[in-house]
């Protein structure tokens, strides 16, 4: 029984409980974001992502790291102002394609994550000063894989740019053609070279940036097209992987083989350029070929 008389003892924690509610929300632990430091693949050094985003995605050790479609439009163009085009929209899994997993859930568990469509972007707007139009292809996207929509998106941006009579840049990542649309992937090669054959028949300059990895029959047809071409450093260029190949000629490839640098010094890349430096580049190149006649391949 309880005395009525008796002072009440004070709760468990004394005064210092009065303050503890306070104190807690004060010292709180704070939720850290997941992705508020990026791993440096070269050096394995932690970098604070604002400060990877404030350098393009360069490292301090002067990787060149991937970049997604919209990332990679906000820096090309001046002042991150461009035009978007809708890429056209074509028949999805025509083969009914399944390689464990059904190709339609595959494509739209790569929309969910990607917010758009497919692997190609398009947009329009001044590089450098000079207007163009502009195609990016997001290996974030299945690999960049080409495929029926990457096709149709490269004759659209093609004939774009033969209706507003400016240039074409076309950034280029991809691991090849995307097997679950067969040879319907295939037919999109010959396809975006007719679509270059529109833009020489315009006489309109045809730029390629070549970034990491490009491979595969991208290589094998658009990436390869262009009337200049410059890459990002140490971007792989190729069509197959140096792996692949040393264990098919059973020998040890060059140190930096199919890299930008090696080549440049081979003649299928004509500059090797840094990313900060591209829209700059790119429009003193493009303006010189729209100056006069157009001196294309």
């Known amino acids: 029984m309880v005395d009525k008389n008796k002072p009440q003892q004070e709760k468990r924690g004394g005064w210092l409980s009065r303050f503890a509610?306070?104190?807690?929300k004060i010292v709180s632990r704070r939720e850290t974001p997941d992705n508020l430091w990026v791993?440096?693949?070269?050096?394995?050094e932690m970098l604070y992502r604002s400060d990877l985003?404030?350098?393009?995605?360069?490292?301090?050790?002067?990787?060149?790291?991937?970049?997604?479609?919209?990332?990679?439009?906000?820096?090309?163009?001046?002042?991150?102002?461009?035009?978007?085009?809708?890429?056209?929209?074509?028949?999805?899994?025509?083969?009914?394609?399944?390689?464990?997993?059904?190709?339609?859930?595959?494509?739209?568990?790569?929309?969910?994550?990607?917010?758009?469509?497919?692997?190609?972007?398009?947009?329009?707007?001044?590089?450098?000063?000079?207007?163009?139009?502009?195609?990016?292809?997001?290996?974030?996207?299945?690999?960049?894989?080409?495929?029926?929509?990457?096709?149709?998106?490269?004759?659209k941006a093609a004939r774009e740019a033969v209706s507003r009579k400016v240039p074409l840049i076309c950034f280029t990542a991809a691991g090849g053609a995307r097997m679950q649309e067969g040879a319907l992937s295939l037919m999109q090669m010959a396809r975006t070279t007719l679509a270059i054959?529109?833009?020489?028949?315009?006489?309109?300059?045809?730029?390629?940036?070549?970034?990491?990895?490009?491979?595969?029959?991208?290589?094998?047809s658009y990436a390869m097209l262009g009337d200049v071409h410059l890459a990002e450093p140490g971007a792989l260029i190729g069509f197959a992987g140096p792996r692949v190949i040393e264990a098919t000629i059973r020998e040890k490839l060059p140190p930096g083989f199919q890299r930008a640098e090696y080549l440049q010094e081979k003649g299928m890349v004509d500059q090797v350029v840094a990313r900060a430096d591209l829209p700059r580049a790119l429009g003193q190149i493009l303006s010189m070929l729209m100056g006069g006649a157009r001196q294309a391949a």
């Open 39 to 44: 791993k440096d693949p070269d050096t394995g």
């Open 53 to 155: 985003e404030a350098s393009l995605w360069v490292t301090p050790s002067g990787r060149h790291m991937r970049i997604d479609a919209p990332t990679r439009l906000r820096f090309t163009f001046d002042d991150g102002r461009y035009e978007a085009i809708d890429t056209p929209d074509v028949p999805e899994d025509p083969l009914k394609f399944s390689d464990g997993k059904p190709y339609k859930d595959r494509l739209n568990a790569a929309r969910k994550a990607a917010g758009r469509k497919d692997t190609m972007a398009i947009g329009v707007g001044a590089v450098g000063g000079q207007d163009a139009v502009v195609i990016v292809q997001d290996f974030t996207f299945m690999g960049g894989s080409l495929g029926m929509a990457a096709g149709e998106a490269f004759i």
């Open 21 to 24: 509610p306070g104190v807690r």
């Open 197 to 220: 054959e529109e833009l020489k028949d315009a006489r309109l300059p045809y730029a390629v940036v070549l970034t990491d990895p490009t491979t595969g029959g991208v290589t094998a």
